[in-house]
């Protein structure tokens, strides 16, 4: 992951505001692969679910 610079971080949060998410979507992947895989290892019908409600940021669920 790569460092950011409090300048970059400064444009961002005059761009779109205060507060926002920055993510890594390929680490995301590859994380929520490997609790799916490790609950798959045993568990045959296995699906990971969200809840909106509780923690609502959407573009979570399009990755």
Known sequence: MEKIDYNVLKRLDEQFGSPF??????????????????FRKRYKKVIAGYSFKTNYVPILCKI
Not at 27 to 35: G, M, P, Q, T, V
Request: proline share 0%; no cysteine.
């Open 21 to 38: 998410y920055i993510m890594d979507t390929n680490k995301y992947r590859l994380n929520l692969n490997s609790f799916l895989d490790a």
